[in-house]
């Protein structure tokens, strides 16, 4: 049964809750629609984060991020709404969500969201 896109991020007990490390997770897949002309606009994605009780489970990570690849967004706001939806399922102790945009009008941008 193939899998279907889901906004559902999925937290589980981080195994080394007592150490701060690293965790980085990254995808040159990302995809969502612009919302004044409905075109494609892709990106790739970097989530640093150090977990506090709690790390994302990767598939459903992967799921999320899918979920955007039919909804109109801009590329501030979506970068935004990753790190908000991300800090509300697993409380991490610091985060960054970065985002690196294919040209649009022959301009690259990149967004970067932290908390933490």
Known sequence: MPSLPSRDLCAVPNPH????YLVSCDTSEFTCLFPMTGQP?????R???VPDASI??????KLYLW???DEG????????RILDDLVAAIAPRRITVHTTWLPR????????????
């Open 73 to 80: 967004a801009f590329h501030e706001d979506v970068t935004n």
């Open 17 to 20: 809750p007592g150490r701060d």
């Open 56 to 61: 994302v489970e990767l598939k459903s990570l």
């Open 67 to 69: 979920s955007y690849r």
């Open 105 to 116: 009008g022959g301009i690259t941008t990149e967004v970067t969201a932290t908390h933490g």
């Open 47 to 49: 989530i640093e984060y």
């Open 41 to 45: 606009d892709f990106a790739s994605v």
